[in-house]
C-alpha cells in the first residue's frame, strides 16, 4: 500500500513570498490533515478535511494560509505572504475515517523562510 | 486543552534497558494514541488504547491509561539502538474533536 506522498521536500523562500505544499492521501481514505510541526515541538493541527470539505481550521491562519481539497483526493497547502516564524515542517496525513483510526503520515515539506 | 503533556523530555537509556514514558491530559478522551518520529522523518503509529481500555501491548510496547489521573505511559522493552526517536502521545477527545499531540519525549539508547 503506497502511504501519504508529499512534495515538495524541502523549500527555502524569503520572506513575503509565497509558497504550496501538495499532499496525495492513501487511497480511499476521507479524512485528510495538514500539521505543522515546530523544530522541538509537536505537530499542530492547522485544518482538517472530511472528503472535501473542512471539519476543522480553527488553528490555521486564515490571513496567510490557505488549502484546499479537490475532488476530495489531493490537497495544497499554501502561504502566503510566507513570515519568518513560518518556518517548519509541514505534514500532511490521512485516516480512514475522522476519529478512533490510525493517522499516517507524509515525510513532511520542511519549510525555511529567509 | 486537552493536550497531552510528555514527562520527561528527554531520556537516555543503555541498551538492553527499559524505557518509560509518560503523558497526562487535561480533559474526558475518546482514545489516546502513541506516535514515533525518527530524526527529520513523518510521524509512525504505534500504538491506539480507548477510554475503556486499561493496558494494551505491540511487541514490546505496552501502554497504559488510568483515566482517573488522566495520564497514560508507554514503556519499551529491552530497548536498541533503532529505537532512537521522539515519542509523541495525541489525545482525541469526546465530540469529534481532533487529535491533539504533546511536545514528545525523545528518547536515546546508547549501544
Known amino acids: 500500500e503506497a502511504g501519504v506522498a508529499q512534495s515538495p521536500r524541502y523549500k527555502i523562500i524569503e520572506k513575503r513570498q509565497s509558497v504550496a505544499f501538495w499532499c496525495n492521501p492513501i487511497?480511499?481514505?476521507?479524512?485528510l490533515y495538514w500539521y505543522q510541526q515546530i523544530l522541538g515541538q509537536g505537530p499542530k493541527l492547522l485544518i482538517q478535511?472530511?472528503?472535501?470539505?473542512?471539519?476543522?481550521d480553527s488553528q490555521l491562519p486564515k490571513d496567510r494560509f490557505s488549502a484546499e481539497r479537490l475532488k476530495g483526493v489531493d490537497s495544497t497547502l499554501k502561504i502566503q505572504p510566507a513570515k519568518l516564524e513560518d518556518s517548519a515542517v509541514y505534514l500532511c496525513?490521512?485516516?480512514?475515517?475522522?476519529?478512533?483510526?490510525?493517522?499516517?503520515f507524509g515525510e513532511g515539506s520542511w519549510l525555511t523562510v529567509v | 486543552s486537552q493536550q497531552g503533556e510528555e514527562d520527561p523530555q528527554a531520556l537516555s537509556i543503555q541498551e538492553g534497558e527499559n524505557a518509560t514514558m509518560n503523558c497526562s491530559y487535561k480533559?474526558?478522551?475518546?482514545?489516546l494514541q502513541w506516535y514515533r518520529q525518527n530524526s527529520g522523518r513523518g510521524l509512525v503509529h504505534l500504538i491506539l488504547?480507548?477510554?475503556?481500555?486499561r493496558e494494551k501491548h505491540s511487541g514490546r510496547l505496552r501502554v497504559t491509561l488510568d483515566t482517573s489521573k488522566k495520564s497514560s505511559s508507554l514503556l519499551i522493552t529491552a530497548s536498541r539502538a533503532a529505537d532512537t526517536a521522539s515519542y509523541f502521545c495525541?489525545?482525541?477527545?469526546?465530540?469529534?474533536?481532533?487529535?491533539?499531540f504533546g511536545k514528545g519525549t525523545r528518547l536515546s539508547v546508547i549501544a
Open positions: 487511497s480511499g481514505h476521507a479524512t
Open positions: 495525541a489525545t482525541e477527545g469526546s465530540g469529534n474533536t481532533p487529535l491533539v
Open positions: 496525513a490521512s485516516s480512514l475515517r475522522w476519529n478512533g483510526n490510525t493517522i499516517y
Open positions: 488504547i480507548r477510554s475503556n481500555e
Open positions: 480533559t474526558s478522551i475518546n482514545n
Open positions: 478535511f472530511q472528503n472535501n470539505g473542512v471539519v476543522d
